[in-house]
């Protein structure tokens, strides 16, 4: 065990650790808390040690067993440790800040898998349970518009075909996003000890948006609309692309407004707007011309 005196930060991190793993042991909140569970033990790594991350990735998984994972708290407890040794070696060592990203993007993406895997072993269809649910929510909405059946048929079998379609892309970005989050965490978590930029570092490579603009016009001349593999993947990489070219805005905005006492005010509220198709459209426009012209820069640089 360590033996240093405990300062606020592990204090605080601990605190977070117990409140998660707590609230993992109740129903319905164990999925929930385990995607934000690996913050507090990578924090708790850096501040202590790599045997801390051990033990509490350990703990973790024996508690979330509890709560019926099953063989699936072992994978947890692999995954939990890897992410402390790793993202915590990244972190210490300052380097770029999408390295520690992508570990922990790569690491969810396969738990949400496995996670998917085990509820199709127990019987649970999340896809079908999401189209059924969806049927069902807009079979009532179209009652109160005043739609015919007919209509609402054609336009409900097109919002299952849609989630169908971009189900890939949709795990892909819930991952990016719950990165995120635990990459915000850890910088609340580690103020005093290890410098963490996130949107002021987001600086997508040119290629994100060649590949980005490339999948999008071979979806405007419909290319590999016929092989549904390839028509799916085209979909995916288009959506995910525009997902982050779409934070390259929001980052560049942040940017613009770092010295403005509003820029908290102002980053909530655009967050909130990317539900406004407007709002997204442009936060996405905004970052294809700051990938562009940083691209510029660099090639007159040379």
Do not use: C
Request: avoid cysteine; proline fraction near 2%; charged fraction near 10%.
């Amino acid at each position: 065990m360590d033996y240093k005196p405990m300062d606020r930060e592990t204090g605080i991190a601990l605190v977070m650790y117990i409140l998660l793993l707590s609230l993992g042991l109740l129903p319905g909140f164990s999925v929930l808390t385990l995607w934000l569970l690996p913050a507090p033990i990578v924090a708790l790594t850096i501040l202590r040690s790599r045997r801390t991350g051990f033990i509490l990735s350990l703990i973790a998984s024996a508690a979330l067993a509890l709560t019926g994972l099953g063989w699936l708290a072992v994978l947890l407890a692999m995954a939990f440790y890897f992410l402390a040794w790793s993202v915590s070696e990244q972190l210490t060592r300052q380097v770029s800040f999408f390295g520690p990203l992508i570990t922990f993007i790569l690491v969810l993406i396969m738990l949400e898998l496995v996670l998917l895997a085990l509820l199709r072993y127990t019987g649970i269809d999340i896809l079908g349970a999401l189209s059924s649910e969806v049927s069902r929510t807009f079979t009532q909405e179209s009652q109160a518009l005043g739609l015919s059946s007919s209509n609402a048929d054609t336009i409900i079998k097109q919002m299952q075909s849609f989630i169908t379609l971009m189900f890939p892309a949709l795990l892909a970005i819930i991952a990016i996003v719950l990165s995120m989050a635990n990459m915000v965490i850890l910088k609340w978590l580690l103020r005093d000890t290890v410098q963490i930029s996130i949107l002021s570092k987001w600086n997508l490579p040119y290629s994100v948006l060649m590949t980005y603009l490339l999948s999008l016009l071979l979806l405007l001349f419909n290319a590999f609309k016929g092989n549904h593999v390839l028509w799916q993947t085209l979909n995916s990489i288009e959506l995910i692309g525009a997902f982050l070219v779409g934070i390259q805005g929001l980052a560049l905005i942040w940017r613009k407004l770092y010295q403005n006492r509003i820029r908290f005010l102002v980053l909530i509220l655009l967050i909130i707007g990317t539900t406004v198709q407007f709002i997204s459209m442009a936060l996405i426009i905004i970052g294809v011309f700051d990938i562009a012209n940083r691209a510029r820069h660099n090639i007159e640089k040379k």
